[in-house]
């Protein structure tokens, strides 16, 4: 009688099981524009952007010239919109699609509505010694979403991060939270591609593009989420910020590109 009854029921039992798995794994599988994106750009439009600012093998925005990375996440975290600025992902490093994303993912997740805070703000403080050291191990990166093939989609509107949490926590240049016209935080971006000053200086211009920059306050002396260049060596010889919120430079060239921006790209809603 039990048996008769297991083979009545379990035919029931495994649909009703297919049709739970199939309903838990929707929403992480749901497409981006159901996962809250529709006020972030959509990957044609952070492309354009991107292309529109790079300057390969110029010095508009100092370090190397090279072509970049760009991740677009929304406020939860979840990547809606990967692009780069070569005609092919092998135009740029490899290295830092990943990186992009990681730098969104930390950007979102350590700015509030009333304050920003970029990577570049968390160099110093996650230093040994700092007051947020140790940070940089939080929030590992999900290998399973960032790793996803096939790799001729790396890049593109179909991206395997796309729709995906990628977590990760970066603490140098390039990431910056997004606030629309209405100063409303909804996501960050992350670029990455040079060098870590010329990553932040991109991610600044690309921002200001896209119209997402209406920064409430910030930790930098112009009030925003700039990048600071403000570490010296003590009379130890340590590196310190005299800030606690300040990142390394490459040299004269980016400090003059990175301290202009406030003024040649200012925070807040365009025309």
């Given at each position: 009688m039990f048996k008769t009854r297991s083979i009545c029921f379990g035919p029931a039992l495994a649909i009703a099981l297919a049709l739970g798995a199939s309903t838990a794994g929707g929403a992480e599988d749901d497409p981006p524009e159901r996962n809250n994106c529709k006020d972030l750009p959509t990957h044609a439009q952070l492309r354009?952007?991107?292309?529109?600012?790079?300057?390969v093998g110029g010095t508009n925005n100092a370090g190397f010239g090279l072509n970049m990375w760009a991740t677009v996440v929304n406020r939860d975290?979840?990547?809606?919109?990967?692009?780069?600025?070569?005609?092919?992902?092998?135009?740029?490093?490899?290295?830092?699609?990943?990186?992009?994303?990681?730098?969104?993912?930390?950007?979102?997740?350590?700015?509030?509505?009333?304050?920003?805070?970029?990577?570049?703000?968390?160099?110093?403080?996650?230093?040994?010694?700092?007051t947020l050291f140790g940070l940089q191990e939080s929030n590992p990166v999900d290998t399973s979403a960032a790793y996803k093939g096939p790799s001729e989609n790396y890049g593109q509107a179909n991206d395997p991060m796309v729709g995906h949490k990628i977590g990760g926590v970066n603490v140098f240049g390039g990431g910056l939270a997004l606030y629309n016209k209405e100063g409303k935080l909804v996501g960050a971006i992350g670029v990455s591609g040079d060098t870590s000053c010329t990553d932040h200086i991109i991610a600044w211009k690309v921002r200001?593009?896209?119209?997402?920059?209406?920064?409430?306050?910030?930790?930098?002396?112009?009030?925003?989420?700039?990048?600071?260049?403000?570490?010296?060596?003590?009379?130890h010889g340590h590196p310190v910020s005299a800030s606690g919120f300040g990142h390394p430079d490459l040299g004269d060239l980016e400090k003059a590109v990175a301290t202009a921006l406030p003024t040649q790209y200012p925070v807040g809603p365009n025309p």
């Open positions: 354009t952007a991107l292309k529109a600012v790079v300057d975290g979840i990547v809606c919109a990967v692009a780069f600025s070569g005609n092919d992902r092998g135009d740029q490093w490899p290295g830092s699609r990943v990186i992009s994303a990681q730098k969104a993912n930390t950007a979102n997740a350590f700015s509030l509505p009333g304050l920003a805070l970029s990577t570049a703000n968390l160099y110093s403080a996650v230093q040994p010694g700092g200001h593009k896209l119209n997402l920059d209406a920064v409430p306050a910030g930790v930098s002396p112009t009030g925003d989420d700039n990048i600071i260049h403000d570490i010296a060596n003590d009379a």
